[in-house]
């Protein structure tokens, strides 16, 4: 009998497509945060390795059926424990005996048992070890596995197997288990590289939102000291009314820094209702006229009737990722002009768009907005356009941006349509 490279080479990747599925499972959970993949999740794949190799073998005989099941069998037991080699024993030996050859399912029977109960003591400690110990080690137990093998078919079952066969077969199994344990190390050590990526972005962003917040509110808490001190000099009643005009903004200032911090730590949609867009986008339109007007910016309002559409989403969340966006639209402005605010339907959708005619954005600046800590005022936190991401993202909805610098930058909002109501004639 000839082992068939070809054969050998398709059980081989029969093995090394789940590990490569299982490198783009840990893939996908970093890149969408996804909790759920524990590792009850990661044990299918040593499975569907040992089934894809029995499955279909190198060679079947009478009484042998040749395959690289060892290798997932050894491996999953090592870095699964005890729970999965036995999972692993159980499944091995229902394929064994539905492929056929009594004397190789009796042998199965015997050496399996015998191999999986010595890994289950060495798992306990094989993870602790470095590579080339692990490497050492898996090596050692396929040698164990070939000699109990050996010794169990010529002396218990008194079958004869061509020495060259097992030269061969042993030689393959151990190029075979110390290629995967390296894929399998590097594997995990990439993914605990993400892990450590991920935490490191988490404290980022705290660091980054502390020195914010301490920053932002600082400055008019100092401000507002200041003029309160100030208040106890001996000046005009008039004075003291300036005085406490400008600390009372200033400490409006400090609040607005702090609600704004509050609505992204509770971004999560709580309270969520039907809410009629256009009655909404009025409502902010109202709320920051006078900031406008005091801007000498004119906001031109144009709301489609051919209908009322809905969309489902917190009332004050989606009225202040509004209201950041506006104010965003005339503080960027440095003289007068003008902010259109258009409200399109478009398939199951509505589009709310937002054209300024400010100072514009560079393509990288546009790639950054929302991020923390990152403004493209020379006075700012950046928190106002991070909550205005997320809240729009908590509805199910997306942000386009468009700009030219010198021309202005235009805000494409789409979400999704709960309800419409036609206008009745």
Sequence with gaps: MNLMTKDLLINFLLILFPIFLLQMSYLVKY??????????????????????CMLFPVVIEEDFVWDLRWIPFLLGGLYGGYRLGIILIVITLIIRYLSGGENGFYISCITFPIVGFSLFFISKYYLKLSVSKKILIGISLIFMVHILTQFISTVVFELTIGISLWKQYFTIQVIGIVVVILLWEVILTNFQVLEKLVKAEKLQ??????????????????VTRGYIQMLSEDVSSHTKVRYANIALKELDRATDVINDYLTFAAISPENTERLRVSEEIQHVVNSIKPLANNNGTELKLSLFEDGAYYIMGERKKFQQSLFNILKNGIESMDHAGEIYIDLIHAASTVQIKIQDQGIGMTQEQI??????????????????????????KSMDGTVHVSSVQGKGTCFSINLPIHKYEPNCV
């Design 205 to 222: 962003i705290v660091s980054h939102l502390a020195a914010s917040i301490s920053h932002e509110v600082r400055n008019p808490l100092t």
């Design 31 to 52: 890149v969408y945060r996804l909790d759920a993949l524990k590792g009850s999740f990661l044990s299918i794949f040593p499975i569907l390795s040992l089934v894809l």
């Design 367 to 392: 790639y950054r907005l929302g991020e923390p800590y990152f403004t493209t005022k020379n006075k700012g936190t950046g928190l106002g356009m991070m909550v205005s991401y997320s809240v729009i």
